[in-house]
């Protein structure tokens, strides 16, 4: 799946515009990727619309070609949804917990004092679910292995007398966590009590917890949460199993809020604070989409260029130009074609000189190549060279100057193999 994002991604090269038919391309394996990880429909839809309308609306920065334009397009429109990362306040500060039961909102409580703590604060926990029987000596012993200070009250049914029994208890701590009692649905009650700890607690900050697999739920949980007590921040937690935590997306888009923490298995420490680009690399079913971008950056993408299947000679021209663009960031020809162990190759001397300009035309010279050439060059006689001289305004010197470029790579690559070549190495010096 990722790879087929990845590859239509990688199919957008060597165009100095994208095509509406590659941006459709691209948003559907985003679509497909997105309504995997969960993420809401109507959500998804707005957020390909708004990617197909910037494709093709923008233009590329100067010097950025169109794959990493669109590339940050994407990973734009992500962030602008997510969020970027929220900035955790390091101070005295009273937070509550809600969510529904389940969603590991004891294990976060947990999870959130050793973070409090390992930043040098004085951390404390309270527990106020008194409906569930065990939630006391769970909440009590996370707390033991954490280290951390606890107050609950076993017997108690009171959740808003504990709640201030605690705060008074813990008045020399400089953190307070309050763990309130999962709620199954929004029932009112419980609403109500929720309702009434809030006020008891005066929370500088609550956190809706939801766990990564939630569904269409999230929505209607959302906003019951929210207008009863306000919501300040998600916590996705159980990012560790397959679920993406699509529904997080839904949860701060309802609230206005952004994630703040993710958990990701059942150990304290298994907690960390949000962070954008490995949030999306997932939701998007990527590899890591900050390598990617930065490699875009680099504009030097020695992995994008398939060696294996180069290596078997089904050599385009999508890759013979990707090459020529990556071999010109690194200086001279004649010295990269030395470097290799086959020895310099036998090649006219303008072949060497691959500039600036000559990328510019060999862009459009593509661009007026059907699918067909691209893929398979060798298929281009002399007729189609008119031709696709004429179509792009060019010589058929320059359009037999691409090919012999082909030519001169494909048996490069021949020669090449078998041969263990640290091509990754050499292209990044
Ligand atoms: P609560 O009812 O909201 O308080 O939920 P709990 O904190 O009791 O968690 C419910 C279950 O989920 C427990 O078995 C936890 O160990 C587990 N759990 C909580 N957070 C995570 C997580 O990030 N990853 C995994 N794998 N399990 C988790
Ligand atoms: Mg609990």
Redesign the pocket.
């Known amino acids: 799946l990722g790879g087929s994002l990845k590859k239509s991604i990688r199919n957008i090269v060597g165009k100095g515009r994208i095509s509406e038919k590659d941006v459709k391309e691209l948003n559907k394996e985003i679509q497909r990727a997105l309504l995997k990880s969960d993420v809401d429909v109507r959500m998804v839809k707005a957020l390909t619309d708004r990617i197909k309308k910037r494709a093709l609306d923008e233009k590329p920065p100067k010097g950025a070609s169109a794959r990493e334009h669109i590339i940050n397009i994407v990973y734009d429109e992500l962030v602008n949804i997510v969020g970027k990362g929220t900035e955790i306040p390091v101070e005295e500060q009273d937070i509550m917990l809600v969510?529904?039961?389940?969603?590991?909102?004891?294990?976060?409580a947990a999870k959130l004092a050793y973070y409090f703590k390992n930043k040098g604060l004085k951390t404390g926990v309270i527990c106020a679910?008194t409906h569930?029987p065990g939630?006391y000596s769970?909440l009590k012993k996370l707390c033991g292995e954490v280290n951390c200070l606890f107050y609950g009250e076993q017997e108690s049914e009171d959740a808003v007398s504990v709640v201030k029994n605690g705060l008074k208890e813990l008045n020399k701590t400089e953190v307070r966590i309050v763990?309130t009692a999962?709620r199954h649905s929004l029932e009112s009650d419980l609403i109500t009590e929720m309702e009434e700890i809030e006020e008891t607690v005066g929370a500088d900050r609550t956190y809706l917890?939801i766990d990564a697999s939630i569904g269409k739920g999230v929505k209607k949980q959302a906003n019951a949460f929210n207008d009863a007590i306000g919501i300040d921040g998600v916590i996705i937690?159980?990012?560790?199993?397959t679920a993406k935590g699509g529904g997080a997306l839904t949860a701060v888009s309802e609230t206005d809020t952004k994630i703040a923490f993710i958990?990701?298995?059942?150990k304290y420490e298994?907690f960390e604070e949000f962070d954008p680009d490995s949030f999306i690399s997932r939701l998007l079913g990527m590899g890591d989409i900050q390598k990617l971008m930065h490699r875009a950056e680099e504009r030097l993408d020695p992995e994008d260029m398939d060696m294996e299947s180069m290596m078997k000679g089904d050599l385009t021209l999508k890759d013979v130009y990707q090459q020529l663009e990556s071999i010109t960031k690194l200086g001279p020809l004649k010295q990269i074609m030395s470097m290799l162990p086959t020895g310099p190759q036998k090649l006219p001397d303008d072949a060497l000189d691959i500039t600036k300009e000559k990328m510019e035309k060999f862009r459009i010279i593509m661009d007026s190549m059907t699918d067909e050439e691209l893929e398979k060059p060798q298929v281009i006689g002399s007729s189609r060279v008119k031709r696709i001289a004429r179509g792009s305004g060019t010589s058929r010197e320059e359009v037999n100057e691409l090919l012999k470029y082909h030519k001169m790579m494909k048996k490069l690559m021949k020669n090449m193999r078998g041969k263990r070549l640290p091509m990754n190495k050499m292209m990044k010096k």
Do not use: C, H
């Not at 937690?237 to 199993?241: A, E, M, N, P, Q």
């Open positions: 969510g529904l039961q389940g969603s590991g909102k004891t294990t976060t679910d569930r939630a769970q763990d999962g917890v937690t159980k990012l560790d199993g958990g990701s298995g059942e298994e």
